[in-house]
């Protein structure tokens, strides 16, 4: 007597969710612009100078060609895995559970930063203007429970509020700098963005680098929605590239504006607490309440983006094998309710963790710092496996620019703001994080030979779920 084995067919998204201008907007709302630029520019101003614009501009064109690599993968096989599939199918089994892991923890860690944000901007909100004094701990768990509730609803819905968010966010940003250019007049120039202008030259822009390249994180992150993208071989590439210009000019105008508030004065930027929120309360005045409402729908559409793209991916590892097995459920609105829940519940709970001993935004540059180098290793990862990718499987598509040296350059720009993470001599505790990321590689590479060995055909499943097929 034989027992015939039944196939069970994998979970999927449900398809034909997003149109070019959804993903546009969820990659936009995803980096936060508001929230981004508040707490970078200052410093990023005291490396560069008055022509901190131009290390944004150079920021921009680097991240390009970062997100080339995701870009030309996502043409020829669109997967929810993104990043672990893609180099799965390169290298193996091995090494996409290595990269499912190492992603999951970045993500899970990094979007820490965002929920402690949320939590001490809204408090601060509250306490500001309306006197009443709220545990940011509570404003974040009340906001995160929502945020998991809407994604879990259905991707449309929720991106619907991530647009929603991001525009009333883009309008108030427009209006707080066109305030801050009418009221100083007076001082209207464009030397900022004369590249001569540079503090200290090469050096200058190479200290402010890091910081500009970490502006637009967040607009790869649509990627693994391309299970529910219409035609998303074309619209999630188009829609990365159009993101990432789109978000490049609205830093650029929020440099502007901020330095010309502050009458070129480096110094007093970099001694203002958040240069462009003090500047545009300054000019706003009762109304100045608007910049502050910026900064809480940036980073409200930003934890959105991220739970949709970031959950999609541990669902899609889970899916093929590489993580628990659970992970892969999906509810009657064909979304990844398992990982969504997953991922933000162990991301609060690291966040609130943390956030006892310091303060919000301290937990959350922290939090940041530590997620966002394993995340960076995969980017690097992943420019290595282009070029052998397409010498492999695509040879008739092989173009050198696009697929070897476009790769090549990424890799090299990438390795400045990763080296400043990881360099000695750094303050406790960012000192022990190379080494937290180090162990947690070591474990991941053994859990990986386990599990592949345990599962002979679990290279043929890594990546092996196309979303428009």
């Known amino acids: 007597m034989t027992v015939e084995r039944i196939k069970v067919e994998p979970a999927r998204l449900k398809k034909g ?3 070019l201008g959804d993903i546009v907007s969820a990659a936009l709302a995803n980096t936060a612009p508001a929230m981004s630029f508040f707490f970078s520019f200052g410093v990023i101003a005291l490396a560069a100078g008055i022509a901190s614009p131009i290390a944004i501009a150079v920021a921009a064109i680097v991240v390009l060609m970062k997100i080339n690599s995701l870009m030309e993968f996502t043409k020829v096989i669109p997967s929810t895995g993104s990043y672990i599939s893609y180099i799965g199918r390169t290298f193996g089994a091995v090494a996409g559970a290595m990269t499912a892991l190492a992603l999951t923890f970045g993500y899970i860690v990094a979007v820490g930063y965002v929920m402690a944000v949320l939590g001490g901007w809204t408090a601060t909100i509250f306490q500001t203007f309306f ?10 768990l009340v906001l995160v429970a929502f945020v998991g509730f809407l994604v879990i609803r259905g991707v449309r819905i929720s991106t619907k509020w991530a647009v929603v968010t991001f525009l009333f966010e883009l309008i108030l940003i427009v209006v707080a700098g066109v305030a801050m250019l009418i009221a100083n007049a007076g001082h209207l120039t464009f030397g900022m963005f004369n590249p001569m202008q540079i503090k200290n030259g090469l050096s200058g822009l190479g200290l402010a680098f890091p910081l500009a390249v970490f502006l637009f994180i967040g607009v790869g992150n649509p990627a693994p929605m391309v ?4 035609n998303p071989r074309k619209s999630v590439p188009l829609a990365i590239v159009i993101s990432t210009v789109s978000v490049a000019v609205i830093y650029l ?8 508030a502050y009458h070129d004065n480096i ?4 001694a203002a607490s958040v240069p462009f929120v003090d500047a545009g309360v300054k000019v706003l005045g009762g109304a100045g309440i608007l910049v502050y409402l910026a900064g809480f729908t940036s980073t409200f559409a930003s934890l959105i983006g991220a739970t949709n793209g970031q959950a999609r991916m541990i669902f899609s590892a889970a899916r093929e094998g590489l993580l628990p097995a659970f992970l892969a459920r999906v509810g009657k609105g064909q979304t990844p309710w398992a990982a969504i829940v997953f991922y933000l519940c162990i991301g609060l709970t690291i966040t609130l963790i943390w956030g006892t001993a310091v303060t919000p935004l301290a937990a959350a540059g922290i939090m940041a710092t ?9 980017y690097l990862t992943l420019n290595v496996a282009l070029p052998i990718y397409y010498l492999r499987e ?3 598509l092989f173009r050198p ?9 990424g890799t090299v720009a990438m390795i400045l703001p990763l080296w400043g993470m990881i360099q000695p001599g750094q303050p406790a505790p960012y000192n022990l994080f190379p080494y937290i990321v180090l162990v947690y590689l070591i474990l991941s590479a053994v859990y990986a030979r386990v599990l592949s060995a345990r599962n002979p055909d679990l290279g043929e499943r890594v990546g092996s779920i196309i979303a428009d097929e």
Do not use: D
Request: hydrophobic share 55%; net charge negative; glycine share 6%.
């Open 17 to 19: 969710e997003l149109g």
């Open 131 to 140: 006197s009443i004094n709220l545990p940011w701990q509570l404003i974040s």
């Open 227 to 230: 299970e529910e993208a219409r």
């Open 253 to 260: 105008f929020m440099a502007w504006a901020t330095t010309i």
């Open 267 to 270: 110094a007093q930027i970099g």
């Open 370 to 378: 530590l997620g966002t180098i394993p995340v960076v290793l995969v």
């Open 394 to 396: 695509e040879r008739t």
């Open 401 to 409: 620019w696009r697929h070897l040296i476009v790769p090549f350059l």
